[in-house]
């Protein structure tokens, strides 16, 4: 670097600081607008299990609205431990956790420069959230073999969640570099692993439907 | 006065951003391509199991003569009309609770017109219900020993018990057939014989053939029936008979 530490010229102080910031934040659009609509999307859905489980409670033989046949049957997965993994009904996990990352996204799309610290807490929620909905997943499929289509909204949003936040904390490691130039494809492959394994699961019945 | 050198620079530092643009774009396109290829793949691999599962899949066995999809000629009757006019067809999953619903509906049409309308009992085990598959092997294996009625009345009764349990309800199904009397040692070989699972799977066949999708589907005369209520129910098989 030849130039003068005077006066730098505003292009050259610009150009480079950026691109450099740019790198730094590998999505700077993306993550925020995924966060919030991402968090509406899974509140919206933790929301409306919550009433249907409330709507359960007041009337046992209440028939949840996404009760649409053997498999696809919010009922028989509303009514299962599974639903209360930690003493109480799941959705109001979903309630508080999608409620904050949507006011993080917001807090972003406003301009929020966040501390290290805070990303740190916000990828131990995802990572939570992505575990234990992988969790319900495999017992959805393979212990109570049925289907809840607001359940599955919640996975539809948290794996994204939990991809983007990850890719956005690990991106001073080289190797996240080359995935963060090719971050849909593995996100593509885990939704179509998702979807193989419901229709391998349910193929039986998928067959009758057509 | 900017020096040479440093307008050098300048363009230099524009020429990288751009070059880095170009590479992010050119990444960016990347990425979005692979991932579309592998959903088209992927749709591709589905698109050709379904039609190799169409071609080798299992059809329904033809129709012979003196029977229909609705009423073979294993199917189970549980009530035989003399003239043959009404006949009443049920594509029922053992575990399945609407079908706990409609069982004293049908039991009270049975005793209500006993003599004037078959009743036809069709297995649909549905593949979401853990133990209907082995419900209707328990069933046909005591239709082997001339106890249809009562092992399907059991089913219904005991379902609260054994239904949406998620674990294999064998034992349940045995305590039944031994309950009914049955030759325990002859039920067992029917139960776990492969040619019951066919007789069972000709049933469901039958019922994909007939467009049957959700239990109970009830078929009148070899119209769909779709009842609200027992009323309903009621007028339909009336106006059969009256037809």
């Known amino acids: ?210 | 006065m900017p020096d040479p050198r440093d307008r050098g620079q300048t363009r230099r530092a524009k020429i990288s951003a751009m070059r880095e643009q170009e590479e992010r774009a050119r990444r960016r396109n990347k990425n979005l391509t692979i991932s579309l290829t592998v959903i088209g793949v992927f749709a591709v691999v589905l698109a050709a199991v379904f039609v190799v599962n169409r071609v080798s899949g299992s059809e329904s066995a033809e129709v012979a003569a003196g029977e229909s999809r609705f009423v073979r000629a294993d199917s189970h009757k549980l009530s035989v009309a003399a003239d043959g006019k009404v006949t009443l067809v049920e594509f029922l999953d053992f575990e399945c609770e609407a079908c706990r619903a409609a069982f004293p509906i049908v039991e009270d049409l049975r005793e209500q017109y006993a003599g004037k309308v078959t009743f036809v009992a069709r297995y649909f085990p549905l593949p979401g219900h853990f133990n209907a598959e082995r419900a209707a092997r328990a069933v046909e294996a005591a239709a082997g020993q001339d106890k249809f009625d009562a092992m399907y009345q059991r089913m219904y009764q005991t379902q609260s018990q054994w239904g949406e349990k998620q674990v294999p309800a064998d034992e349940v199904f045995r305590g039944f057939a031994k309950d009914l009397g049955l030759d325990l040692a002859a039920w067992d070989k029917a139960y776990n014989d492969p040619a019951t699972l066919e007789r069972i799977k000709k049933d469901v066949a039958d019922g994909q053939a007939l467009g049957v999708s959700g239990t109970p589907t009830f078929f009148l005369n070899g119209q769909k029936l779709e009842p609200q209520s027992v009323d309903d129910f009621k007028a339909a098989i009336d106006a059969a008979l009256a037809s």
Request: with cysteine.
């Open chain 1, 1 to 210: 670097m030849q130039r003068s530490q005077a006066e730098p010229l505003p292009e050259l102080a610009d150009a480079p600081l950026s691109a450099e910031d740019e790198e730094a934040v590998p999505f700077p659009r993306l993550l925020p607008r995924l966060l919030t609509t991402g968090g509406l999307v899974g509140l919206a859905a933790a929301f409306t299990l919550s009433i249907e489980k409330i709507a359960l409670l007041k009337n046992p033989a209440y028939v949840p609205s996404c009760s649409l046949n053997p498999v696809l049957s919010c009922g028989s997965v509303m009514n299962t431990p599974q639903a209360e993994a930690f003493g109480f009904p799941n959705p109001l996990l979903g309630v508080a956790g999608f409620a904050i990352v949507t006011t993080v996204g917001v807090a972003m799309l406003a301009g929020a420069a966040l501390p290290r610290w805070f990303w740190m807490g916000l990828q131990a929620g995802v990572t939570f959230g992505v575990v234990f909905v992988h969790w319900l997943i495999y017992q959805s499929l393979y212990v109570i073999g049925a289907l809840c289509p607001y359940c599955m909204v919640v996975w539809a949003v948290t794996i994204p969640l939990f991809w983007y936040v990850t890719l956005h904390s690990l991106r001073r490691l080289r190797t996240a570099h080359s995935v963060i130039g090719y971050h849909a494809v593995p996100l593509t492959l885990w939704f179509l692993a998702v979807i193989t394994a419901i229709g391998i699961r349910f193929w039986s019945y998928w067959s009758t439907l057509l």
